[in-house]
């Protein structure tokens, strides 16, 4: 079974702090994705890597960045929270072939909040 | 721009009873899926279907496609307590988009 985690499922961070949210996934995926969830907009893609250190810009990547130093983990950093990024945040990875046409793969989420 | 829309936006049903959800899209597709979330969990795939497909079952799932009127039906049959959660319908071709979600809830 492919296993996405989280580092955290509860996150509590005050406006203007650095936070990193770390995910691992253990089926040597190529491909992995950082999502927003919020309600009655659904899921929003904010970067993706299909490659370790390549990223790629999804539709909200304003206040976010992303490291992929491994191929296992994918780091979403906001680089300076605000009250407005409060959110639950999903990580998913996927196969190779068809970025976006494999099924995802998803970690249990954090739910982050920005005071 | 969000690509999927699921219909109802929340449906409640008496268990054994079926559960139907609507998706419709608006571009050209690879393929749609369709995922489970949890309440306040990460989402669980549950069938893909390819876009030369008609009609897909699995377990009690039954998935259509219509690509000329850019709509999918997700169906659960003899629903269970457990079915309760919320649905996303996911389009799969130069990105991958996911819907709002229908809120579905069996009660016992």
């Known amino acids: 079974d492919v296993k996405v985690t989280q580092s955290s499922r509860y996150l509590v961070k005050r406006t203007g702090e650095k936070v990193f949210l770390e995910c691992v996934q253990d089926?040597?995926?190529?491909?992995m994705f950082w999502y927003r969830q919020d309600p009655g907009l659904g899921l929003r893609l904010i970067y993706f890597?299909?490659?370790?250190?390549?990223?790629e810009k999804g539709d909200i990547p304003e206040g976010y960045s992303v490291s992929r130093e491994k191929k296992e983990r994918f780091s979403l950093i906001l680089e300076s929270a605000s009250t407005n990024q409060t959110s639950m945040y999903l990580c998913?990875?996927?196969?190779?072939?068809?970025?976006?046409?494999?099924?995802?793969?998803f970690g249990p989420g954090t739910r982050l909040l920005v005071l | 721009s969000q690509q999927g829309e699921e219909d109802p936006q929340a449906l409640s049903i008496q268990e054994g009873e079926n559960a139907t959800m609507n998706c419709s899209y608006k571009t050209s597709i690879n393929n749609l899926q369709w995922y489970r979330q949890n309440s306040g969990r990460g989402l669980v795939h549950l069938i893909l279907i390819r876009s030369n497909e008609r009609e897909k079952h699995s377990g009690r799932l039954r998935v259509t496609l219509d690509t000329s009127k850019k709509s999918s039906s997700l169906l659960i049959t003899a629903s269970r307590a457990a079915d309760t959660a919320s649905y996303f319908c996911a389009t799969a071709g130069n990105q991958f988009y996911f819907g709002t979600g229908t809120s579905l809830t069996v009660i016992p």
């Open positions: 890597s299909y490659d370790v250190k390549m990223k």
């Open positions: 089926m040597d995926h190529e491909n």
């Open positions: 998913a990875s996927s196969l190779s072939e068809g970025l976006f046409q494999k099924t995802q793969y």
